[in-house]
């Protein structure tokens, strides 16, 4: 009994997130093959093809995001992209969800974003308990005004993610000096969140 419990454990270790990545891969490329239906149905592969192959959509997507792309990088492009955004922003509902996605994407996607500039460890969610977080910038405006009132400290914004999904969580602003800064990398530190601090960073030291 013993071994055959070892044997199903190690089985689950192994088969496990090797199901859930060929999941995810196959919801993504099923998902991407969607667009194949923007085509002309004479254009769709199914059409001219005796079977289903999947994987065309996400060759579609590709060639849009590279045209595009190339279409916007030249200046008569940035011109026709800051007359979108203009007229975007002058429809009143559309403006506030608009605006708001695009500065997130642009901080997510851009050559020289940074979304998560470094991993700290900060004290949440009281005093004594310490949880990873991620600096994403500087408060300022209002916000910092009200923070630096009567104080003389640096302020920094942080996201606090949740365990084990880190897409959810907290944006907290501490004092710098109440944040320690942490020698791993952004990717070493999600993983340890991730895994719910199973998978420790490379060069953490073996306990004892």
Partial sequence: MANLRKWFFAGLLVLVPLAITIWLLEWAISSLDKTLLLLPKAWQPDTWLPFHIPGFG?????????????????????????????????????RS?????????????SENGNAFRQAVLVEWPRQGAWT?????????????????????????SVYVPTTPNPTSGYMMMFKKSECQELSMSVDEALKYVVSMGVVAPANAPMGK
């Fill in 58 to 94: 996400v060759i579609l997507t590709l060639v849009v995001l590279l045209f595009v792309g190339a279409l916007v990088s030249n200046f008569l492009g940035k011109r026709l992209i800051g007359w979108w955004d203009a007229f975007l922003g002058r429809i009143p509902v559309v």
């Fill in 97 to 109: 969800i608009y605006s708001s996605v695009k500065q997130v994407s642009d901080t997510l996607f």
């Fill in 132 to 156: 990873i977080g991620f600096v994403t910038g500087v408060p300022s405006g209002d916000v910092l005004t009200e923070l630096q009132h009567g104080v003389r400290d640096e302020y920094l």
